[in-house]
């Protein structure tokens, strides 16, 4: 089956601590972001990549990184910079349009939750 | 700036109850539009998009929404809710010319009771 997978599903990390979480998916879609989802307030981008070895940063990028080595993988770290990680964090991908960016359909992932301890 | 507002935070209504969810954007260009929904424990999904032409769109489940260019709305509609329709709903919004990114209402939380 096509589709996005992120792992793990649930993540404790102690203050300190950088954490990667691993997106997958074999749409074979160009387009791929990194969002986070806190209660009433929706998804707040944190990077996006429209193509292999290119990404841009999103509305909250502070204390995160992301690389995009290959088509199929955007991982997100959430580093120690980052002051309030825990959070539900949610990976897309889409079709791209290319200068254009994406179709604005996107494709995502079942979430990764970390808490923090 | 673009930005979108969901007007309801949570809506609460009884099985067979109409629905409406509000949607307004801010933005003077060329909109795509878009409905998504979250159900309990599982992923965010598309329900219905507007690109261009026929501004009443119909999605999965019996949903449909209806572009009004001139009130800069998109709101969703159901005529018959079901208990199976609980879940968060998400407004958003590209830009048509230049789609990099969408812009997301806060959304809404509907809750359906049997």
């Known amino acids: 089956d096509g589709g996005i997978t992120q792992s793990p599903k649930y993540l404790f990390r ?47 990028a502070e204390g995160y990184s ?17 002051k309030n990680p825990t959070a539900f964090y949610l990976c897309a991908s889409a079709r791209s349009k290319g200068a254009k960016g994406s179709t604005g359909e996107l494709f995502f992932g079942e979430g990764s939750r970390l808490t923090v301890l | 700036a673009q930005s979108v507002s969901q007007h309801n935070h949570h809506v609460i209504l009884s099985e067979a109850a109409s629905l409406e969810l509000g949607c307004n954007y801010s933005y003077g260009g060329t909109v795509n539009l878009f409905w ?59 830009d048509a010319g230049n789609n990099r990114k969408l812009i997301w209402g806060l959304g809404t939380s509907l809750a359906v009771n049997p």
Not at chain 1, 66 to 82: G, N, W
Not at chain 2, 58 to 81: D, Q, T
Not at chain 2, 84 to 92: G, I, K, L, R, V
Request: neutral net charge.
């Open chain 1, 14 to 60: 102690k203050e300190g601590q950088n954490v990667t979480l691993s997106c997958e998916q074999n749409l074979n879609h160009d387009a791929m972001y990194w969002y986070r989802q806190d209660p009433g307030q929706g998804l707040r981008l944190i990077y996006y990549s429209q193509i292999v070895n290119d990404f841009q940063k999103g509305d909250i």
């Open chain 1, 66 to 82: 992301v690389s995009r080595e290959k088509k199929e993988s955007f991982p997100l770290t959430v580093t120690s910079a980052q």
């Open chain 2, 36 to 94: 998504y929904v979250q159900y309990p424990g599982q992923h965010l999904q598309l329900l219905l998009k507007y690109f261009s032409g026929d501004p009443l769109v119909k999605g999965i489940k019996g949903f449909e929404a209806e572009f009004i260019k001139s009130k800069f709305s998109f709101n969703l509609r159901k005529p018959s809710v079901q208990w199976s329709d609980t879940a968060e709903y998400f407004c958003a919004v590209n």
